[in-house]
T-cell receptor
Framework: SAVISQKPSRDICQRGTSLTIQCQVD?????MFWYRQQPGQSLTLIAT?????????ESGFVIDKFPISRPNLTFSTLTVSNMSPEDSSIYLC???????????FGSGTQLSVL | AQTVTQSQPEMSVQEAETVTLSCTYD???????LFWYKQPPSRQMILVIR??????QNATENRFSVNFQKAAKSFSLKISDSQLGDAAMYFC????????????FGQGTTLQVKP
């Protein structure tokens, strides 16, 4: 298994600002991902964080809005840029472990944009 | 495109009783993985159980078991001897074998456990 630490756990931000969310895994993992969970909704994949290269974004998500870094095998960041109230969501980091192919999640970041 | 459907927005069960949460999915792939995740109010997504499509045997984890019907594309979760701590949102999820990390989630089922 993998233990994923995510911070901040919650934040309240002003419109037009940016927030960077950090994700740290306690072991090397094969893949890392960022999901969004809008209020009362299910989870949607934002992007795959690729180690040492640009992230792979899903349809509807762009790098200018959600820049992602993954400098090594255990750490990734997601930035929510130029925020608007529509960005108010829970953002979850996840990691895929090798071998047993299980996807684990961090505890999420509750973001509220005023 | 693959889809996952959970048709029960809310379910309730009496403590110590058994409850079954339904999930159906649609895919043209023959090899894939199915999951049930639990999300309590803490927001933490907790992996409950995993099923590989190539395995005919239903997965079991303690009080949690699945009924996997590949032909019917059905993947239900049975919780036996329900406990108050089982109260949470439950998500069914699909992952194709060729799409190594992307999970497609259902809409979720909120489970209430009554004492």
């Amino acid at each position: 298994s993998a233990v994923i630490s995510q911070k901040p756990s919650r934040d309240i931000c002003q419109r037009g600002t940016s927030l960077t969310i950090q994700c740290q895994v306690d072991s090397q993992v094969t893949m890392m991902f960022w999901y969004r969970q809008q209020p009362g909704q299910s989870l949607t994949l934002i992007a795959t964080a690729n180690q040492g290269s640009e992230a792979t974004y899903e349809s509807g998500f762009v790098i200018d809005k959600f820049p992602i870094s993954r400098p090594n095998l255990t750490f990734s960041t997601l930035t929510v840029s130029n925020m608007s109230p529509e960005d108010s969501s829970i953002y979850l980091c996840s990691a895929l472990t090798g071998g047993d192919e299980k996807l684990f999640f961090g505890s999420g970041t509750q973001l509220s944009v005023l | 495109a693959q889809t996952v459907t959970q048709s029960q927005p809310e379910m309730s069960v009496q403590e110590a009783e058994t409850v079954t949460l339904s999930c159906t999915y649609d895919t043209s792939e023959s090899d894939y993985y199915l999951f049930w995740y639990k999300q309590p109010p803490s927001r933490q997504m907790i992996l409950v159980i995993r099923q590989e499509a190539y395995k005919q045997q239903n997965a079991t984890e303690n009080r949690f078991s699945v009924n996997f019907q590949k032909a019917a594309k059905s993947f239900s979760l049975k919780i036996s001897d329900s406990q108050l701590g089982d109260a949470a949102m439950y998500f069914c999820a699909y992952r194709g074998s060729s799409n190594t990390g992307k999970l497609i989630f259902g809409q979720g089922t909120t489970l209430q456990v009554k004492p």
